[in-house]
């Protein structure tokens, strides 16, 4: 199974809203890292946030993270329609393996 | 720099054949990671390299596959004999892994393989 798994599945919204999306996991990590696929394209990494960091900001990103609960969250902020693609979270725990979620594909309408 | 580069780009093969995948990281990455998507599986790790030594191979899904990387320009994924149901978008993705730990990887623009 997925160290990662992103929620929701899927989600619509109007150009300039804000787009928000949560990745849990299942054991101690490292980091966790958000990467966006435009489609037939490869990944690109977004944002990286370490165990010991609880939010991080680039651009009209936000990330949180929440050990605990084994949660993230990415925030996209004033969407654009160029944002939509799908979002995955990696996590990497001991080693260098980074275990890629699902992925949550997101759709920004004009 | 040009990125990864991954050839070749779409691949359309029968059952049977063989299938070789190409990929050259980036210039001075120390790790490469070949991974497999899927609409079913999503992304799956299939093997990872860190100073050309293979270090991982627990996702390679069967002895049909290997993976070798001679030197640290270049790398391959074999799959011998195919099946249908490799059918995927191969993924090779490389990162320069240093005291910090951190693995931010750089993904090439995939190998969409077919096999009827």
């Known amino acids: 199974s997925q160290q990662g798994e992103e929620d929701p599945q899927a989600l619509s919204i109007q150009e300039g809203e804000n787009a928000t999306m949560n990745c849990s996991y299942k054991t101690s990590i490292n980091n966790l890292q958000w990467y966006r696929q435009n489609s037939g394209r490869g990944l690109v990494h977004l944002i990286l946030i370490r165990s010991n960091e609880r939010e991080k900001h680039s651009g009209r990103l936000r990330v949180t993270l929440d050990t605990s609960k084994k949660s993230s969250s990415l925030l996209i902020t004033a969407s654009r329609a160029a944002d939509t693609a799908s979002y995955f979270c990696?996590?990497?725990?001991?080693?260098?393996?980074?275990?890629f979620g699902g992925g949550t594909r997101v759709l920004v309408k004009p | 720099d040009a990125g990864v580069i991954q050839s070749p780009r779409h691949e359309v093969t029968e059952m049977g054949q063989e299938v070789t995948l190409r990929c050259k990281p980036i210039s001075g990455h120390n790790s490469l990671f070949w991974y497999r998507q899927t609409m079913m599986r999503g992304l799956e790790l299939l093997i990872y390299?860190?100073?050309?030594?293979?270090?991982?191979d627990s996702g390679m899904p069967e002895d049909r596959f290997s993976a070798k990387m001679p030197n640290a320009s270049f790398s391959t994924l074999k799959i011998q004999p195919s099946e249908p149901r490799d059918s995927a978008v191969y993924f090779c993705?490389?990162?320069?892994?240093?005291?910090?730990?951190?693995?931010?990887?750089?993904f090439g623009a995939g190998s969409r393989l077919t096999v009827l």
């Open positions: 993705a490389s990162s320069l892994i240093g005291s910090s730990g951190a693995n931010v990887l750089t």
């Open positions: 990696a996590t990497k725990a001991a080693g260098n393996k980074l275990t």
């Open positions: 390299f860190n100073n050309n030594v293979p270090i991982d």
